[in-house]
């Protein structure tokens, strides 16, 4: 569901259902707990409910594990170049 509000920005209720072989209320139920989540934000515009998706939480959680990870694999790649670096060099000479 958020891949199709994602590529479709604004679209109504009725257009991601479309895309599901399951009723209206099972979609609306699933959507109701991405914007419980923050997710998904809906705007609603005469009878019809525009829905977008909020990227930041997701931003947070992919900042929140990958900064972790990135840290420990440079480290590890720097100690791994800066001992090929040095085997290659001869002892005792500059």
């Known amino acids: 569901?958020?891949?199709?509000?994602?590529?479709?920005?604004?679209c109504s209720i009725h257009d991601v259902c479309a895309h599901f072989?399951?009723?209206r209320i099972a979609v609306m139920k699933n959507l109701r707990v991405l914007e419980r989540a923050k997710l998904?934000?809906?705007?609603?515009?005469?009878r019809?409910?525009?829905?977008l998706v909020n990227?930041?939480?997701i931003q947070m959680?992919?900042?929140r594990w990958t900064t972790e990870f990135?840290?420990?694999?440079a480290s590890r790649v720097a100690r791994i170049k800066y001992k090929v670096e040095t085997k290659d060099k001869p002892h005792g000479r500059n």
């Open 40 to 46: 998904i934000h809906s705007e609603k515009k005469g």
């Open 1 to 10: 569901m958020l891949d199709i509000i994602k590529q479709q920005p604004g």
């Open 61 to 63: 959680i992919h900042d």
């Open 55 to 57: 990227t930041v939480p």
């Open 70 to 73: 990135s840290a420990y694999w």
């Open 21 to 23: 072989r399951v009723s």
């Open 48 to 51: 019809v409910r525009s829905l």
